[in-house]
């Protein structure tokens, strides 16, 4: 049994160290697949053939439309001037010498709204890099701002929030996106405090030590102050449109779950259980409304060929994102079927008896290992989504604290030197890790400690 604990460990060791120095996660993740089972003495191809493979088309079945359409309504949001819009707004109104609070307030309201990561660094930089130029704050700090604001909080313990993270959690448990609201909310509140006094404490040193901004950085933005942004209240209709039709589509008696009968969902399309599917039905027809409603409030940002170029971008960036975490959900189910894997479960579950602590662990180690808040959690849940809700259905705890618990543990330590997300937001403003990450590593840890803690202090309640 050693041996076929070695192999897991091995092959898994594998995936982040080729991960790290930049291999596709798409061909290296059924390469270390086999690997394992070839070192576990397993079956090659029925593991690849009947195992890797089914896992993978399911996830990405399940999760492509969010994917898709996320991307789509970001990158439109970007073409349109509403990102650069309301960041601006939101600078403006805070002011300079809340340089912080604004970049911080900034990424939370487009995340929150729906807007993916990747986009919210692109428009939210260039108005930090010239408040905190301003304000004389050093540069290297807007990184970590960027992470607090758009990686923590508002991705996944605020409840709505339609970011994947918190709406993977749905398809395991049966709940939807407002699960544990008060617990999401104070435990959310928590972790901006905490991030915030760490970042001005952090930023009150450095200027006290005779530090600014800095010179010759790479990568510093020009903004065209000619340029005529369209109106703020104009801008955040497509988020208003996506947050307010979540809830209306999950909590209301518009819920898409009265939309079709059960007799038609069970017996012409199998669904046995609606609560499942509810929460990604809502969310995609949010998105289609937000993504209209991103079209129509200026129309004339999609001259020429921008409409057609943003849709490729948006639609390339959405497959490789959703290949990438799928693969390595392929290769956490091939691994639960190995023999060593109850060895190394037990020793998860065996850290605690209760499930949201053992489950807290679980996802915060796993986000950190692949490097991806929802590649870890969905590694996670595929492999031991069923025993934690088994287990927590026996205790009598409500399914709702599995989702919030999960959600959160995996924007812990996804953000880890070798993520994919540190390593892009770090390019983009034109820092390195030596420079930044430290403060990165702060923020990291104060969200999977409040993650954990907030786990610990359920267990104690529920």
């Not at 798409?26 to 593991?47: D, E, F, K, N, R």
Request: aromatic share 10%; charged share 10%; glycine share 10%.
């Amino acid at each position: 049994m050693f041996i076929e604990v070695i192999a897991i460990l091995f092959s898994l060791g594998l995936l982040i160290f080729l991960a790290y120095r930049g291999f596709p996660v798409i061909v290296i993740a059924p390469i270390v697949t086999l690997l394992a089972v070839s070192l576990s003495g397993m079956a090659l191809l029925p593991s690849y053939t009947e195992v890797y493979m089914p896992n993978l088309a399911n996830y990405i079945k399940t999760w492509f439309p969010i994917f898709i359409l996320g991307a789509v309504f970001g990158k439109l949001m970007e073409l349109n001037g509403g990102t650069a819009s309301i960041a601006k707004k939101i600078m403006d109104i805070v002011g300079v010498k809340r340089a912080l609070l604004a970049t911080i307030l900034a990424c939370s309201i487009l995340t929150y709204g729906g807007v993916s990561l990747f986009v919210v660094v692109f428009a939210v930089y260039p108005f930090a890099a010239a408040v905190f130029r301003e304000a004389n704050i050093p540069k290297r700090f807007i990184p970590a701002v960027i992470v607090l604001g758009g990686c923590t909080y508002t991705m996944d313990a605020f409840p709505g929030t339609p970011q994947i993270q918190n709406i993977i959690p749905t398809n395991y448990f049966g709940t939807d996106a407002y699960a544990a609201p008060v617990t999401g909310l104070v435990a959310g509140t928590i972790i901006f405090s905490l991030g915030y006094l760490w970042l001005s404490r952090r930023v009150k040193k450095a200027n006290l030590a005779g530090e600014g901004y800095g010179d010759g950085h790479k990568n510093e933005p020009v903004i065209n102050t000619d340029e005529k942004l369209i109106n703020f209240w104009v801008a955040i209709i497509p988020l208003v449109v996506v947050m307010v039709l979540n809830f209306v589509l999950t909590k209301t008696r518009w819920s898409v779950s009265n939309w079709y009968t059960p007799e038609l969902l069970q017996e012409t399309f199998k669904i046995e259980n609606l609560s499942s599917v509810t929460s990604t039905w809502a969310l995609i027809v949010a998105l289609v409304f937000g993504i209209i409603a991103a079209l129509l409030i200026n129309v004339k940002a999609f001259t020429g060929s921008k409409l057609s170029s943003g849709l490729t971008v948006a639609a390339g960036g959405s497959l490789l994102a959703v290949f990438n975490v799928a693969s390595e959900v392929g290769f956490g189910n091939v691994v639960k079927t190995l023999p060593g894997f109850e060895v190394i479960r037990n020793g998860i579950t065996g850290v605690s008896s209760h499930p949201l602590i053992s489950e807290s662990i679980a996802v915060n180690v796993l986000a950190g290992v692949v490097g991806s808040s929802s590649g870890g959690m969905s590694i996670a849940l595929e492999v031991m989504g069923q025993h934690y809700l088994n287990l927590a259905n026996s205790m009598g705890i409500d399914p709702e604290f599995l989702h919030r618990v999960a959600s959160m543990s995996a924007g812990g330590l996804d953000s880890l030197p070798h993520s994919g997300a540190t390593i892009t937001i770090l390019a983009i403003c034109g820092l390195t890790h030596r420079q930044s990450y430290g403060d990165i590593f702060a923020i990291t840890i104060i969200k999977a400690l409040i993650a954990f803690s907030t786990a610990l202090i359920l267990s104690f309640i529920v």
